[in-house]
Every structure is written in structure tokens, then in C-alpha cells.
């Protein structure tokens, strides 16, 4: 994938039918993560970075929300990097293959990242943290920012895209969980490391598992670093109608839709978002194992036993 | 000529209308009210007396043509009657069952002002015209001359489609987008099968579709592309907006955050659009089995009802005013009564109680009074010292309202008012030429036939701007006061005309 060009200004096609979202490159990292490049053309022009879209697997199937991890206005496709957690997300991994389509795809949504006014910046993606935010180092170091980014596995086998973050890093920080290649330990530990070799960091970009964007805010807090997350909490149509993403940021009620998906990492209550996650955890607990038991699910119980061996918070699906 | 029908002659009752049995249909989403047979609409099509003066034109918001369709349908002209309707009306089918009739038509009928008799029932004989050309597949589609220009519609719901009818029947080349991945809006995924089935507004936009209309979902206009795009290098001639008030208000309350507590729109857009209540799809759906809904609006008493035909032993409403001023129709609330919800009027919310572990586990209530009069002339209610009491229930739905959606305004430099919606002229054009807006996004939560009649008006000063003739405007000149004097109905054709000379 080539980087975006931001200047070319093609004319919106406007006779383009929005129904048919093939998809037309997957790549497995894991056994539980997957990459799907889907076909867009006005949504990689629209898109930017910190923007997120709404899936649909089928006509029965349920809304989920997926942070946009890479767009390219040349193929005109935007790159989503899903983590088989919940019943949707397995059922994308068994079936979505280079050919198939999306039954709806709607997007970007969300207020896109603020980029161009820090000079010196920390990306930092933890699990499936780490491709979202990739454009969001990307679009700094565009920008001119001095870029340092720290990514963090589980162990070596499953670091991805190690190559993409060099190409638009200054520094790059692997962390992984067994040590098995960088620092061992999570991404607050290269964060701490990170903290102390550079006195004039300007701003801290984290994405991941809601107790890892909070362990980072909570790493930056005394050193008065400003801490953006990117939230993605349940969400039904994504454009502000339901109210079902709504986060406690500082005082206040925010919607993560259409206020967010980036906010002040110091001002959020991550403990509410934790708990809002769980909202439905009896039902998707509940469909997944129904999924299961149906034909399409054979190899669904092999992936719950990997799913068990301790994969990250669900986001979303 | 038929004897004159006269208030002493027309049947006093209105003519009966079947419902599904109020036990049974709790515990379906089955349509409550049935539509009137022919031998029902023929009785209450008796009932009007085709006076010369129509209230009832008047109280609609988009003038349908009440007392003509009427008398088609007395002579037995079903088709002709929905002819006269869709003149001005697109979607009878969905208007003679949403409309608040007992406020606009009905609330103006010169029968209802009668002492000891009911309005014309004209709702429901609009209903059983709009079902009956579903029914026949009947359509209403005149001759269109192609104009050449191309409008954008954003969003697809009430005042959308109206809007997007009257452009199309100007010859315009016209595209609806549309977020979700279905069309309709509102009537999709707010308002319930039981009171609005899918297959209607399936019709109805079929309807649309055969003028020429053409539907996009999957669009979020402003985030795929601008208004400013819209009207620039898309190269659409006008852009219509009508993106509804979807923004739902929450009370701000504390526990107002706890799982258990959600907005009426999450609670219908899953059971409604997502079919969650179906078997086979995978929307999760909150299911309660002691559940407090707040305030008493028709998106309350929908969301009331949904609760209970999903199986809560318990639904309350919790409303701080009375009866009398909850905003929802009448007969929502009269139905709602009949299916077994608990109405607390004059009670406010004051906390959402937690079980320990993020869930809801009771609401702590506070009884109200009525007051003086506020701003909107309704009694404002003041709280009863010491009267808090608290009731455990396990889901609380929250249906006080509605704010701006915020995406046109984040995502354009169109003018807002000071509380986010749009501005507009008395024209409802925006800031921006040839953009115009109506709807909820313009006034604030309203009715169905408020937005169409904003989609109308908008597709008026549309091709106004576009220097379209405005081919739909039905030509009813005004009498003039000679004509009026001595009583006498101008549209009487066989009168006798008196000259004051």
C-alpha cells in the first residue's frame, strides 16, 4: 500500500452505486487477527486519520463499529484490521474472503484526529490498537512532527506491520508481553522509556483495549503530557441518533459517534467505559455459542479455545 | 342531488373499527387497529357533512384536500379519492396512522364540534384509501418533463421523501442518501411494526422510486462528502437537508450513565430496523423485566409498548406532568392503557439506583403538582416535598427528547441557530444558495407531517430557485367576499350566483 496522496482532487464519482463493498485483499496476522482491504474509492478519498466505519457482515447480521487502519486514495480502498472477539467478528474471519462483498459500509464517521500542531509525538497501539493508529503516525510525520512509535504483542509471531511504522517513525518502540523480540513488558513500559529520553514531547496518541489506553493516560498524567484516546465503545447507527456510545469525559456526557472517537485521556472515566462494554455480554455470549452449534461455526470452538488464551478487551462486535 | 346531509342526519357514531384484543396483542407486533372495511368507511364517509367551509383543510399541515377525498369516497371512488389525496399527500398509508389527527384534521372537524359527537374519523378513512391503493397498486404518477437539474435529498425520511416527490414531479433527476443501510428514516427504525408496518413504508417508497427517485444508503452525508461538495463538484443543481433531530437528550440525572439505562431511539432502532426481537439477528436487544420509561411522548408509548410485547412483567411510565399534557396521540396513550402499562403521571425521575455492579436496580421517583402556567402555556410541575419513593426495575428507557444531530454542522460552514439546528428563512433556504433544510433539524422534534409539510414548502422555494414551475400547487382560488355574502358555498355548482350590484 502506497501512501495517500493528499493533493490529488479527483472529481467526486457520483453515479458510483454504494451497495457493493467488495472486498479485495485479506491477510491473517494471528489466528484471531485479520486484515480486510475493501473497496471505497470515496471513502479513502473522505477518510482521515482517527475515523472509524460501520460494518455490516449480512442483511441479519448487527452493526459494529471498526477504526479505519490505513485508506489508499490511489486503489481507492480503506483497510480495516479486525480481532475475532465476539460472534460478527468470527463470522467475518470465517467468511470474508477476497471476492466476497460487506452487505453495508458506512463511514468515515467521527470527528477525525487533530494533526499539524504538535512537533514531537508518541503513537502508541497496544492489540488491536496498533493499526489504528498507524495513520495517525503517518498524518504527523506528514505533518513535520518528530514521530516516535510504540507498539505492543502478546510475543514475536504476531507483531505485524513492523515495516509500515518503520517507514513513518523517527523511533520505533516494540514491546511484547513474553519478550521475546524488543522490550518485554507492555507498551507503558516503552512509553516510560520513551518519556524519559525525550523532555519535549507535545502530545501522546494511545489506542487499544480500553485498560491499556488507560494505563497510558495514567503513565502520562504526572509528566502533564497531553494524552489523546481513541474510544470505541457499542454503537448501533454511528451518527449520533442512539446515544448507545455515550463515555463520562470529565464533567460530561459525550457521544463517541459524532463527539468523538478521540478524546483528552486524562478527562475520560475509562471504568464506566469498561463496564458499558459489557452491556450485552450475556447476549453475545449467548449468539456466539448458538453460532457454534450451527454448521458455519465448525471451527468455531478451536477459535474460542485460542480466544480464551487471553486476547484483549472486545471492541465493539 | 342526494338530500343534503345535515349534523341532525349524519350517524351519530363513528363507524366501528376492529382491534386486536388488548391481552393478545401485547404479546405481539401485529397491527393494533385494522384498517376500515368498505361497509365501515362508507358509514363514517356519511358522517361528513361537506360543509362549506373545512376546518378540517385547514388544520392539516400540508392541506389535504379533506372534504373532496371524502366525497369521492361517498360515491364509492376509492381510486379518485386517492387521487385527490396524493396531490398534496404522498404517503396516505403512513399518515392516517402516525398523524396526531386529533390536533390537525379531526381536531377542526365541524361534526367534533358538535355537541355529543366524535370528528370525522379522517384518519382512518385516510388509511383505508392509502391501503387500498397498496393493496391495487395504485399509483398516482403524472406525466414528468425532464428539467435537466439534479437535487440531492439527505436523509430519507418523512420530509426527505416529500420533498424528494415534489422535485421528482418536477422533472428533476433526484438522489435520497441515506446513513443507514436501509431508506425511510424515522418511520424505519422509530416507529414500530405494530403501529407502522415495514411493508408500508416499503410502498410508499416504491412509490417513489417509480417517479424516478433514486435511493443511496450507506452515505453519511458530511463525513463522505460535504454539502459544499454537494453543491460544487457533484454538480447538484439544489441539496435538500433533513437529517432529523437525532440526538436523543438524556436527563442528567445520576446513574443516568448505568448499563440498563438507554435512549427510546437505541431501544426501537434495534427492535424496529435491526429485528432484533426476530429470531436470527444477531442486535443484541435489552430486554427488561421491570422497566421505567420516561416521559410521554409517542416515541414514549412506543417504546412502552415495545417493552411489554417483548415480555416485561412490569412497564411504567414515569411523566411529570398529567395526562392531559402528555404530547403522545391519544389513542397511543388510550391503547397503552388498554395493553396494561402503569402510567405515573406527575412524577419525575430523580436517580437510577445501581445494583453493585453497573447495572440498573431501581429508580427513585419524586411525585409532582401542577403550577402556574409556564412559557408553553401548559401547567409547569412543581415537586411534593418528601414524596420520593422508589420501585426496583431493571431497564430504564429514556424518551424526553431530542437534540440537533451535530454532522452537517461539524462538517459544513452552514449557519446554526443558537441551540445547533439549522437556520433558515421563512422560505427555509440556508445560508448556503440552493441549499434549503426542513424538518426536525430546522425545528426541533416534531410530527411526520410537520417534516413532509417542510419537505413541501422546501420543494416549493427549490424550484422557485431553480425558476421551475410549480407544477403540483393545486389551483383553489380563494372566494372572493362577494362570492361569500349571503352564505353562499362558491363551489356549489348549481347555485344560483347573487350579484350585489
Not at chain 2, 368507511?41 to 367551509?53: H, L
Not at chain 2, 414548502?457 to 421551475?468: F, V
Request: hydrophobic fraction near 40%; glycine fraction near 10%; aromatic fraction near 6%.
Amino acid at each position: 500500500m502506497t501512501s495517500p496522496q493528499m493533493s490529488a482532487q479527483t472529481p467526486v464519482q457520483t453515479q458510483q452505486t454504494l451497495s457493493d463493498f467488495e472486498i479485495v485483499d485479506r491477510r491473517d496476522f494471528s489466528d484471531v487477527t485479520y486484515l480486510l482491504e475493501v473497496r471505497h474509492p470515496l471513502m479513502a478519498k473522505a477518510a482521515k486519520p482517527g475515523q472509524f466505519v460501520i460494518v455490516m457482515l449480512h442483511e441479519h447480521g448487527e452493526r459494529i463499529p471498526l477504526t479505519i487502519a490505513d485508506f489508499d486514495r490511489t486503489r481507492g480502498t480503506i483497510t480495516l484490521v479486525i480481532q475475532a472477539v465476539g460472534k460478527t467478528t468470527r463470522e467475518m474471519q470465517q467468511v470474508c474472503r477476497v471476492g466476497t462483498t460487506l452487505h453495508a459500509l458506512t463511514g468515515p464517521m467521527g470527528e477525525p484526529s487533530h494533526i499539524g500542531a504538535s512537533r514531537k509525538v508518541v503513537c502508541v497501539g497496544g492489540g488491536l490498537g496498533v493499526a489504528p493508529v498507524y495513520p495517525q503516525a503517518r498524518a504527523h510525520r506528514e505533518a513535520g512532527a518528530y514521530v516516535i512509535g510504540i507498539v505492543g504483542f502478546r510475543s514475536q509471531d504476531l507483531v505485524f506491520w513492523e515495516d509500515k511504522f518503520r517507514a513513518c517513525c523517527d523511533e520505533l518502540i516494540i514491546c511484547t508481553d513474553d519478550g521475546s523480540v524488543g522490550l518485554k513488558g507492555n507498551v507503558t513500559v516503552g512509553l516510560k522509556q520513551a518519556i524519559a529520553t525525550h523532555a519535549d514531547i507535545d502530545e501522546v496518541v494511545a489506542i487499544g483495549p480500553p485498560i491499556m489506553m488507560k494505563a497510558c493516560a495514567e503513565t502520562t498524567r504526572p509528566h502533564f503530557l497531553k494524552t489523546m484516546v481513541s474510544l470505541n465503545p457499542i454503537m448501533v447507527d454511528g451518527t449520533g441518533m442512539c446515544g448507545g456510545c455515550r463515555v463520562k469525559v470529565g464533567d460530561g456526557i459525550k457521544f463517541a459517534c459524532v463527539d468523538g472517537p478521540d478524546f483528552d485521556g486524562h478527562q475520560v472515566d475509562f471504568d464506566d467505559l469498561m463496564v458499558r462494554l459489557k452491556r450485552f455480554a450475556d447476549q453475545e455470549r449467548a449468539a456466539f455459542e448458538r453460532w457454534s452449534e450451527t454448521c458455519r461455526g465448525r471451527t468455531a470452538a478451536a477459535l474460542l479455545a485460542s480466544a480464551a488464551a487471553g486476547a484483549p478487551a472486545p471492541q465493539g462486535g | 342531488m342526494a338530500k343534503k346531509k345535515t349534523i341532525k342526519t349524519i350517524p351519530r357514531e363513528r363507524a366501528h373499527v376492529e382491534e386486536q384484543n388488548p391481552t393478545l396483542r401485547a404479546r405481539n407486533f401485529d397491527e393494533v387497529t385494522f384498517c376500515l372495511s368498505p361497509e365501515q368507511a362508507q358509514i363514517e364517509t356519511d358522517r361528513c357533512i361537506e360543509c362549506p367551509n373545512p376546518g378540517c383543510v385547514k388544520g392539516c399541515p400540508v392541506g389535504v384536500d379533506i372534504r373532496g377525498f371524502v366525497a369521492r369516497l361517498a360515491a364509492g371512488d376509492i381510486r379518485g379519492a386517492y387521487e385527490v389525496i396524493t396531490e398534496t399527500n404522498l404517503l396516505p398509508a403512513v399518515c392516517g396512522r402516525v398523524c396526531p389527527q386529533e390536533h390537525q384534521c379531526e381536531g377542526a372537524c365541524v361534526v367534533g364540534k358538535a355537541k355529543g359527537l366524535a370528528p370525522v374519523a379522517i384518519g382512518r378513512l385516510e388509511r383505508f384509501v392509502g391501503d387500498t391503493a397498496i393493496a391495487n397498486g395504485w399509483t398516482n404518477i403524472p406525466y414528468i418533463e425532464p428539467s435537466g437539474y439534479r437535487v440531492g435529498i439527505v436523509g430519507s425520511g418523512p420530509a426527505g421523501m416529500a420533498c424528494a416527490a415534489d422535485m421528482a414531479k418536477a422533472g428533476c433527476d433526484v438522489t435520497v442518501y441515506e446513513a443507514f443501510h436501509v431508506p425511510g428514516g424515522v418511520l424505519r427504525y422509530g416507529i414500530p411494526d405494530f403501529r407502522l408496518p415495514n411493508s408500508v413504508i416499503d410502498a410508499e417508497i416504491a412509490n417513489l422510486e417509480k417517479l424516478g427517485v433514486k435511493f443511496e444508503c450507506n452515505v453519511l452525508v458530511g463525513r463522505l462528502f460535504t454539502i459544499e461538495q454537494m453543491i460544487g463538484e457533484m454538480g447538484f443543481d439544489a441539496v435538500f437537508i433533513g437529517t432529523g433531530a437525532g440526538y436523543p437528550t438524556f436527563p442528567g440525572i445520576p446513574g443516568d450513565n448505568l448499563n440498563g439505562v438507554l435512549s427510546a431511539n437505541e431501544l426501537l432502532t434495534r427492535c424496529n430496523m435491526m429485528r432484533a426481537k426476530d429470531g436470527g439477528f444477531d442486535t443484541p436487544l435489552p430486554i427488561g423485566t421491570r422497566v421505567a420509561v420516561i416521559g410521554a411522548g409517542n416515541t414514549a408509548m412506543d417504546a412502552l409498548r415495545v417493552c411489554k410485547r417483548l415480555g416485561a412483567a412490569e412497564v411504567r411510565c414515569i411523566y411529570r406532568r398529567s395526562r392531559a399534557e402528555a404530547p403522545a396521540r391519544v389513542e397511543e396513550v388510550h391503547h397503552a392503557e388498554e395493553e396494561g402499562i402503569d402510567f405515573q403521571w406527575l412524577t419525575a425521575p430523580v436517580e437510577v439506583l445501581d445494583d453493585g455492579k453497573g447495572n440498573v436496580r431501581a429508580l427513585r421517583c419524586i411525585r409532582m403538582e401542577l403550577g402556574a402556567p409556564d412559557a408553553s402555556g401548559r401547567r409547569s410541575p412543581v415537586p411534593i416535598a418528601g414524596s420520593e419513593y422508589e420501585f426496583d426495575c431493571d431497564l430504564v428507557v429514556v424518551a424526553i427528547g431530542t437534540n440537533a444531530n451535530p454532522i452537517i454542522g461539524q462538517t459544513s460552514r452552514i449557519k446554526l441557530d443558537k441551540r445547533g439546528y439549522i437556520a433558515t428563512d421563512a422560505d427555509l433556504a440556508t445560508s448556503i444558495p440552493g441549499v434549503y433544510a426542513g424538518g426536525d433539524i430546522v425545528t426541533g422534534a416534531a410530527t411526520v407531517i410537520k417534516a413532509m409539510g417542510a419537505g413541501r414548502r422546501a420543494a416549493r422555494s427549490m424550484k422557485r430557485y431553480l425558476g421551475l414551475r410549480d407544477t403540483d400547487a393545486v389551483y383553489r382560488p380563494a372566494p372572493s367576499w362577494r362570492e361569500r355574502a349571503f352564505g353562499l358555498d362558491p363551489e356549489e355548482r348549481n347555485a344560483v350566483r347573487v350579484r350585489v350590484s
